[in-house]
């Protein structure tokens, strides 16, 4: 069991142990809040709507019309001032050799970014299991990704170096992506921390020992090296005697009902902080775009504002986040040297987390997982479909509806409130249909799926002459299905991880949770970059809807075929070989 969660066992040595250990997981969560609190509004500010209009506006405050690429896409008296939103003309800018969308140079960044993201993830994902070594590499990521964020505010468009924001705009995702493993991997300990947890558990020892006095499993030498175990390489629930009566099992459920819930109820937490906040700097962000009347340095100042508010709220989480001179302290010595003696290193981490990667998926691992793999190839495809599908969105938008900052910046408010309200109601209607997480899934995709194929009846002759509605051809729709698909992406969110979680093998679910992360967080390049492909094909970013509609439909039948009884036994069953 996690070190804090055994401290109420002690309590009796010291009267004031579990008040103080209470009062040690209180700041611990608050840091851990603290930095959802930090980081999400980069996401919700920058990551998914003014870094894909920033980098645009930048390509085409440099970039020329076709066909003969000699008249700039916005005059000189204009750039950096108010953006030409009118041009029909396809702008395109140089890149090196290549000419290429002002629209795919945002797309092209964001494929890079994500990309790098993931190799980052797979390399730091053993650092960041490393108790004294997760909290700095927590920061040091954080200051990577808000650092480079603030630095939009010293590169103007006009600047010779203009291109740089690319770089700044990949460091920036891959700092935050890199910082949010290093974060999730805090969340089994503070599970297990909480005071419920923790008195379920001791309520499972006390039965388990009145139900075998003479089993040595219980003994107090037994419980107090477990007492010395780091609470996320512990399973969730110790194993038990092959006898275990009918109270035993009951004070069980109870546990891992208490740690679900208690999991369930700190994500939920930060979500709904990080939501708030990105409103919140949203509504903020407001004042100088529509002051400013969309001009690019209202949207480097927007992204630049998301770095400052990630920077500022990173300070209480640095100071409250477990380090290795509290609960961790028990691995420090563990882990300074290796099972050879050898001492611990960065770089033996690294090359450890990939052959630890590769490990997991050899053939004869995913023979045993089979169903978790399948539904990690479900969520492949959606996650980065619905990734997509929000960039997109917002290009299309601008690019295409002729959208103002000020109307996007207006949706990328009401999606992440939808958000917030879809996540509250859909579990109501799950348990008022009765509907199984997997059901409920499927139905989220089916409904999700039919916002780009919404989007492809705009090709229809009846919307391309002269009706005012129909085929996401107005500003209109643009809100409605921003309602629509936050709503609905929202709830998607919460049932993904909750189903994974009865997919997963106990006791390893920081190394299947760091899978998922990097699937979910790190993996969606195929998406931009195949969109950025179609747009510079056919000069017309609208075709990319009929792609976003058969890549989340393929998903579809893979996650149908997730067979969640027997996905949930092989898991328990599962033992990890490491030998090749």
Known sequence: MALAGISSHRSGENGQSSLYDTHIYKRQLRGWLSYAFASEVFVIVSLTLFLPICLEQFARDNGYLLPDKTQQCVSKGSRDTVQSATEETRCVVKIGWLWIDSASFSLY?????????????ISMGGIADHPPHRRRLLLAFASIGFVSAMLFLAVPSSSPVW???????????????????ALNAYLPFLSRSTPEVVAAQAEVERLARRAHPDNSHFDSDETDAREDQDADDAPLLASAGPTQDADVLAAKIAHDNALSSATARI?????????????????????????????????????????????????????????????EKTRIDEDTVDGNGAGWS??????????????????????????????????????????????????????????????????????PLSGIIGSLVWPVI?????????????????????????????????????????????????????????????????????????????????????????????????GPLIVGLIA?????????????VFMIWSAVPILMNVDVARGREDARQYTYRDDL
């Open 109 to 121: 960044v964001n494929s890079t970014s994500v990309a790098l993201q993931a190799l980052t993830v």
């Open 430 to 526: 799950q348990r008022r249909m009765g509907w199984s997480n997997l059901r409920i899934l499927v139905t989220l995709v089916i409904l999700v799926s039919l916002i780009p194929a919404y989007g492809c009846l705009g090709f229809l002759p009846i919307f391309q002459s002269g009706v005012q509605f129909g085929g996401l051809t107005t500003w209109g729709e643009m809100y409605a299905l921003a309602v629509y698909f936050g709503s609905v992406y929202g709830a998607f969110q919460g049932y993904a991880r909750a189903f994974y979680a009865e997919l997963i093998p106990p006791g390893e679910e920081a190394r299947w949770y760091g899978l998922f992360s990097i699937t979910d967080k790190s993996s969606s390049f195929v």
């Open 346 to 415: 960065f770089r033996r981490e690294i090359v450890g987390a990939w052959k630890r990667l590769g490990g997991m998926l050899r053939w004869r691992e995913v023979k045993k997982l089979r169903n978790t793999f399948k539904y990690l190839a479900a969520w492949f495809l959606l996650s980065d479909g619905f990734t997509t599908i929000t960039s997109t969105a917002i290009l299309f938008g601008k690019t295409t509806l002729h959208m103002p900052p000020f109307s996007l910046i207006l949706i990328g408010a009401i999606t």
């Open 536 to 548: 510079d094909t056919t000069g017309n970013i609208r075709y990319a809807f009929f792609f976003l």
């Open 267 to 327: 994500s939920a937490q930060g979500i709904a902080l990080g939501y708030a906040a990105g409103i919140a700097m949203l509504l903020l962000a407001l004042i100088p775009v529509q002051s400013l009347e969309g001009s690019t340095f209202s949207l480097r100042l927007a992204v630049g504002l998301s770095g400052i508010w990630w920077a500022l709220f990173t300070i209480p989480a640095a100071s409250w986040l477990p380090g290795p001179s509290e609960v």
């Open 163 to 181: 291109a740089l924001v690319a770089p700044l705009a990949i460091c920036a995702n891959v700092g935050f992506g890199a910082s949010i493993v």
